[in-house]
């Protein structure tokens, strides 16, 4: 059949143009275990690529009964190096690893632009475990000091042993505030049933220690867990990062999210009327926040407000146990942390902390640190005002 009778053909009967294939293409017939023909429609396989069905439940039923034609006995090992430098800056130590283990090992290197973490990933694969090893060691030794990061890619998993961990390799100091604050966690779900208990959070730096930390302590003590509750009282022009960061995190931490409207003592009783089960809100509140140096972990509101349990279970933390806990765990938090702000609340009354301003040498445009690198504590809120 010639190309024109196929036209006629596919013209007259559209049905035949998904019958139309390469003339290389070799049809993989879907069979059971048993070798019985469970579909009279093939995947189409052309060399190495395989063509499935677009539709959703064809294409599951395809690729289970021919999984076997993907599988070898090729073993590749693999690892990976972040970096904060740019890609460009490491180009020629790559370049040269290349040539040093040609036939070897495969290099990669993927930029990430704006990343809270690492400017550049670099990807090692190889087939054998020692060529990746000598690799990675060739690559840490020439690679410039502290070019290298730590980056879990995956901080939710084991995230309780992870914990454990950082909380060993810390000074006492940070030992002792993260063992308190997991013991007034723990002390919480026992007073309070799971669905009694809500967290605080508006995605700024302590709310999201807070967040994790509950996560990590609920998880290990309750299996097959119900969703964490989470209230989110929205106040007037909230940055738009800060909200895109939240319903980020309600996938991540699999959060069952309220959102209402300030201010918080309205937002709190609305809260309550519509949700009356609840009896304690997880706080991200810290004695150094304003109005809050008398504050006990355990502490009912006020007589004039909604009448909940306050728990406090970072209280005692200072600003840079905070950004110890979480850059420490590779916890994703709002951008806006990266661009010079420190203490966050609405666009009309923050900026970037003077105190992290400094101008680029080259360009001698007006930049800012993250706010990870501001040292002195006392200097959180010069972005308020």
Not at 146 to 175: C, M, R, S
């Amino acid at each position: 059949m010639n190309a024109e009778e196929v036209k006629n053909l596919v013209s007259e009967f559209p049905v035949f143009k998904m019958a139309l294939l390469p003339e290389s293409t070799q049809p993989q017939f879907l069979r059971n275990e048993s070798g019985e023909l469970v579909s009279k429609f093939p995947i189409a396989q052309v060399h190495n690529v395989f063509v499935f069905p677009g539709i959703p439940q064809y294409l599951k039923k395809g690729f289970l009964n021919i999984e076997h034609l993907f599988k070898n006995d090729n073993i590749f090992h693999a690892t990976q190096i972040f970096c904060q430098l740019d890609e460009v800056s490491i180009a020629g130590i790559l370049n040269r690893a290349v040539v040093q283990f040609f036939g070897r090992i495969i290099f990669g290197s993927y930029p990430k632009i704006d990343h809270s973490y690492y400017a550049t990933k670099v990807t090692l694969e190889a087939k054998t475990e020692k060529d990746m090893q000598e690799g990675h060691a060739y690559l840490m030794k020439n690679l410039p000091e502290n070019a290298v990061v730590h980056f879990d890619t995956n901080p939710f998993e084991d995230a309780w042993d992870k914990l454990q961990k950082i909380i060993e390799l810390q000074d006492l100091h940070f030992q002792k505030l993260v063992k308190n604050s997991i013991e007034i966690m723990e002390d919480c779900f026992s007073r309070y049933k799971p669905e009694e208990v809500c967290i605080s959070f508006n995605g700024g730096k302590d709310c999201t220690a807070l967040l994790h930390l509950a996560y990590v302590v609920y998880h290990h003590h309750y299996s097959n867990c119900p969703e964490l509750q989470a209230i989110y009282i929205r106040n007037k022009e909230p940055f738009k990062e800060m909200e895109n960061f939240i319903q980020e995190s309600v996938p991540r931490y699999n959060l069952k999210l309220w959102t209402v409207s300030g201010p918080i003592k309205v937002g709190l009783a609305t809260i309550l009327e519509s949700h009356p089960h609840i009896k304690a809100v997880l706080m991200g509140t810290r004695k150094t926040d304003p109005f809050s140096q008398h504050l006990k972990f355990f502490q009912m509101t006020d007589s004039d407000w909604p009448q909940v349990m306050r728990v406090n279970p970072i209280l005692d933390w200072n600003y840079n146990i905070i950004w110890t806990f979480l850059r420490k765990l590779s916890l994703p938090y709002c951008g806006l942390y990266d661009k010079g702000f420190t203490s966050i609340g609405n666009r009309s009354n923050t900026e970037p902390n003077p105190a992290l301003s400094y101008y680029d040498p080259v360009t001698s445009e007006l930049k800012f640190m993250p706010a990870y690198a501001l040292t002195n504590g006392d200097e959180e809120r010069r972005g308020r005002l």
